[in-house]
């Protein structure tokens, strides 16, 4: 996990520095810095990174707003940092493709807890690829989940699918028919040591529907048990190994 490349996005130098040295201490060796939109276009660009942090407040061009054309070149689990606190602030950030959402001031160290948090599973996932010899196949009808490849497919074609985004869908597919809350989907999926949010969830939960379902508003497959928590809806073929 140290050996994982991180990009800082800031306008503020004393914020960037206080980052680069906590992660430092912490042993994260590779770290890049940009202040504006446009240099952290263009770093991402020049090379892949595992995890970035990124201020909601930059000058030109805000934090929502290039997030879209960062994820246009990576998955990569992206954490906002924002003076604003309040639940539309954040299920904006997660609606235009962030993955973790903290406010300032901030500790520290709750910032390194959630990028080892972040960092796990999107590594989790990544490894998944590369080690598992064969996996199950999940197939709900309109849409099956290659758990060795890692991938989606929607009537037969491929769908780009995040990492974080995947691993909920996968324990979702592993656990067909079961219900879960919100907290526990966040436990089993972020990790028990993660800082429980539901909006998190939710906004994840809509990814997930905006890929698999004919119409995310009137979801056939991932749905919500009012009162309960969300299943997934199999029918008594899904889930079998092919």
């Not at 309960?228 to 092919?242: F, H, I, P, Q, T």
């Amino acid at each position: 996990m140290n050996d994982s490349a991180i990009l800082l996005v800031d306008d503020e130098q004393a914020i960037l520095q206080l980052l680069e040295t906590v992660l430092r201490k912490e042993g994260f060796l590779h770290i890049d810095k940009a202040t504006t939109a446009e240099m952290a276009l263009a770093l991402c660009n020049e090379k892949p990174y595992d995890i970035i942090l990124l201020d909601v407040t930059l000058p030109n061009m805000s934090g929502t707003e290039v997030c879209p054309l960062i994820r246009r070149l990576t998955d990569a689990p992206i954490l906002f940092l924002s003076a604003r606190s309040t639940d539309f602030d954040k299920l904006s950030g997660f609606a235009v493709g962030g993955d973790d959402y903290v406010t300032k001031p901030f500790n520290p160290l709750e910032i390194v807890a959630r990028i080892k948090s972040l960092l796990r599973r999107s590594l989790k996932g990544t490894s998944t690829v590369s080690t598992a010899g064969h996996g199950t196949i999940f197939d709900f009808g309109r849409f099956q989940v290659n758990e060795a490849a890692a991938e989606l497919k929607v009537e037969g074609v491929p769908v780009p699918c995040p990492s974080l985004v995947f691993q909920l869908l996968l324990f979702l597919c592993k656990h067909p028919n079961r219900i879960f809350t919100k907290s526990e989907l966040y436990e089993r999926v972020w990790g028990e040591n993660s800082l429980s949010d539901d909006n998190t969830v939710m906004v994840h939960i809509h990814r997930i529907r905006e890929r698999i379902e004919r119409n995310p508003s009137q979801p056939e497959f991932l749905v919500n048990v009012r009162g309960l928590g969300y299943k997934m809806v199999a029918n008594r073929d899904s889930g079998y190994e092919r």
